[in-house]
């Protein structure tokens, strides 16, 4: 059975900490890993992986993927009471035309001024 | 751009009642599909369509079903609620070709009584 395990599963920090969010998988026919911000409804896309020991940064945000050891991790720096919210990392798994994102729980990180 | 609009973003029905809820994607995006989101968990994979045709399908009963459109919008139907049925319903649409990801609508809420 194709699973997304997300740890921790809660945090609280306060402003100015430094969080590193963890995702490991195990799934069939692996494509990307995505993590995802959501603060209300609409989780916003934060990063696409698909190539190993690649960082990606984004301001605060970086992200990056081991593909032998299948885990990725997302950390923040000089975390702000803006950066609460539910993260969610999923896997891409798929071919062809046929495509689909399996999720893992999320972490709910707060932020706390 | 418009993002991925939802319709409606609240909903209320009764047990045994049936439900439509609407997706219109990103223009230029061929590949609408659809998640379900009960609370403290990640979104559940429902259905994925690409140029009209059902490219995959969750581990969902038959109850629920969807369709795309020529413009590319889509509708997702779930007959015969279920208390269980009441979640964030969301949809996401992609180019699905190349490492773009994937951009999730704001969602409808469906609440069950």
């Known amino acids: 059975e194709d699973k997304v395990v997300q740890s921790p599963l809660s945090l609280v920090v306060h402003e100015g900490d430094t969080v590193t969010l963890n995702c490991s998988y195990e799934?069939?026919?692996?494509?990307?890993l995505l993590w995802y911000k959501q603060e209300k409804k609409a989780p916003t896309f934060l990063f696409m992986l698909?190539?190993?020991?690649i960082e990606k940064k984004s301001g605060r945000l970086s992200s990056i993927l081991d593909k032998k050891e299948l885990f990725s991790i997302l950390n923040i720096t000089a975390t702000q009471t803006g950066d609460s919210a539910i993260y969610l990392c999923a896997v891409e798994q798929g071919g062809g035309s046929n495509y689909k994102l399996t999720f893992g729980k999320g972490t709910l990180l707060t932020v706390n001024p | 751009d418009a993002g991925v609009t939802q319709s409606p973003t609240h909903l209320i029905k009764t047990r045994g009642q049936h439900v439509t809820l609407r997706c219109s994607p990103i223009?230029?995006?061929?590949?609408v599909s659809w998640y379900q989101q009960v609370l403290g968990q990640g979104p559940q994979f429902i259905f994925q369509y690409y140029e009209k045709e059902e490219r995959g399908r969750g581990n969902f009963p038959d109850r629920f079903s969807a369709r795309q459109f020529p413009n590319y919008s889509s509708e997702l139907n779930v007959n015969a609620l279920l208390l269980g049925d009441s979640a964030l319903y969301l949809c996401a649409s992609s180019r699905l070709w190349g490492n773009y990801g994937y951009t999730f609508g704001s969602g409808t809420r469906l609440t069950v009584v």
């Open positions: 223009s230029g995006h061929k590949s």
């Open positions: 799934v069939t026919n692996f494509r990307s």
């Open positions: 698909t190539s190993s020991g």
